[in-house]
């Protein structure tokens, strides 16, 4: 006869509610449960091994000294204050769902550090579960904007950490919670960092007053992960370019995601849709891929007020898997999308609006494959500024499309300027740009800027294409003088010669190719038209 069923596993014990002072140190571990109403406080709350605790109240965690745990799996001993989840421990909370909005921070459930300096941390990680569901995170983790190190600023304590969850991941929900700080402008950093954790549910979150980012992903290796429907205000930070801290003096660990925004990711594979974010200090959406994996993907944003909307940084797609951003409003921007090197990247149904540099600012950096599939710009200083790089000497060109350029009131709707290169004029490579279904309103619809600092090729083919029609340089016709080359700059061998006479002596001409006879000065225009 087969053996019997096991039977079944005994209900966890009915402990007492509890409240007041829990202790400096509290353990939760198998066949235990433990329930937190009223007002309690605890140094440091340990949760593992089958380990429940359910959150009905408001837990603060006490300015006690940092408890010396071993807690293993890489998680440095001598330095935990808050709460610890791992190996299949529970914390969860059923707050009422309150969705997301600028004013309503408080929440009926609360974890919080009762020293704002002395601060307590929220951390799952290696298969421990947090389920919750309305509940007020405030003045929690320790990480400031200082570089990280190894004795004063460790990183990896922020105030919500799902840490290598794997493929656990699908027992951590965020919802309807409330994670900010009270400190002005705080140098704490993050609001949730999902770091090596799979099938999360980041949803209907208030990130508020945080630095560094808002909601990032930490290494890359994330997926599956739900971020949706979050409100994401006011993130501080260094405002520095993204890669500010890989390069001397180097950083005793890597150090990233500090320079203030709201969505920062590491790659694709996970769901990003319907988040809003507004007044963070570098942009609204950064994503920088930490290596091959799937391609990097978002829709539905809503981002405002920022120094940019949206930044990629060496953000490599595929022909066979593009990147692609859509259905995306920015407005009140410096830049609406500031590049830094991408490829096979696809933005669909984008709208920016009332940017005081630049709509679309390729700038001097790789673009390469990059399509706009209607765009919207209106009210910038300049509408569309494609990069003035399109690959690395030696490699193939990859043109930049847009199908559906819908541009008005800005200085200027269509902005080309010369091939130029911080390398120099010799790592410039041909440019093509092809716009169609465009409606250009503004004074200015179309400038062909001819200065440029040095650093620039002006012999080089540089094409603009709009619904058919070829635009040239002014300084492309025939009579014209030809640029030449001068230090750090590439033209003619010789100065003084015309357009003509160079490409008669020696094949070359601004923008590899002398305007037509026929093409002429237009209203609207800088530059001439064919």
Sequence with gaps: APDPPDPPAPPMPPWEPVSGDLGDVVEVTQGEYLRIEGNARVGTLIVHHGGRVELAGQLGIKPVPLSALDLGHGVEPQMNRGIVVFDHGELFANGPVVLPAEGVLERPLAIYSLDREQRG????????????????????????????????????????????????????????????????????????????????????????????????????????????????????????????????????????????????????????????????????????????????RARNLVITDCEAGIEPWYADGTPDDWQEIEGVTIAR?????????????????????????????????????????????????????????????????????????????????????????????????????????????????????????????????DVLTIDGRRYYYADQRAEAICPHSDGANVGCPVAGLTNAQAMGQYGVCRAGEIAPQAAQITDGVEGLVL
């Design 121 to 296: 941390h929220l951390i799952a990680y290696h298969g421990g579960c947090i389920r919750l569901i309305g509940v007020e995170l405030r003045d929690l983790g320790r990480g400031t904007l200082d570089r990280w190190n190894t004795a004063t600023n460790i990183k990896g304590r922020y105030a919500l950490h799902l840490h290598h969850g794997h493929d656990h991941g699908d027992c951590c929900e965020i919802v309807g919670c409330s994670i900010h700080d009270t400190v002005p402008e705080s140098p704490y950093r993050y609001g949730i960092t999902i770091h090596a954790t799979a099938n999360a549910i980041v949803r209907d979150n208030l990130v508020r007053n945080k630095s560094g980012a808002g909601i990032w992903t930490e290494d890359g290796s994330e997926r599956g992960n739900t971020i949706t429907g979050n409100l994401i205000v006011d993130i501080t930070g260094t405002g520095q370019l993204s890669n500010a801290r890989q390069s001397p003096p180097w950083p005793e660990i890597i150090d990233e995601a500090f320079e203030g925004a709201g969505l920062w990711f590491r790659g694709g594979g996970n769901l990003i849709e319907n988040n809003t974010v507004r007044r963070c200090r570098r942009a609204g959406l950064i994503w920088w891929p930490a290596g091959p994996g799937p391609a990097f």
């Design 333 to 461: 921007c410096e830049n609406g999308v500031r590049n830094y090197n991408c490829s096979y990247l696809r933005y669909r149904d984008m709208t920016i609006e009332d940017c005081v540099d630049r709509g679309y600012r390729g700038g001097d950096y790789i673009e390469s494959h990059v399509e706009f599939i209607t765009l919207i710009v209106r009210r910038c200083g300049a509408g569309f500024a494609p990069s003035t790089i399109q690959a690395l000497p030696g490699q193939q060109p990859g043109p930049v499309f847009v199908a559906g350029l819908s541009a008005e009131a800005n200085g200027v709707d269509v902005l080309m300027q010369p091939l130029w290169h911080n390398g120099g004029g010799v790592m410039c490579v041909p440019r093509m740009v092809t716009i169609s279904g465009a409606q250009l309103g503004s004074r200015v619809r179309v400038a062909m800027a001819s200065d440029s600092p040095g650093g620039w090729d002006k012999i080089l083919p």
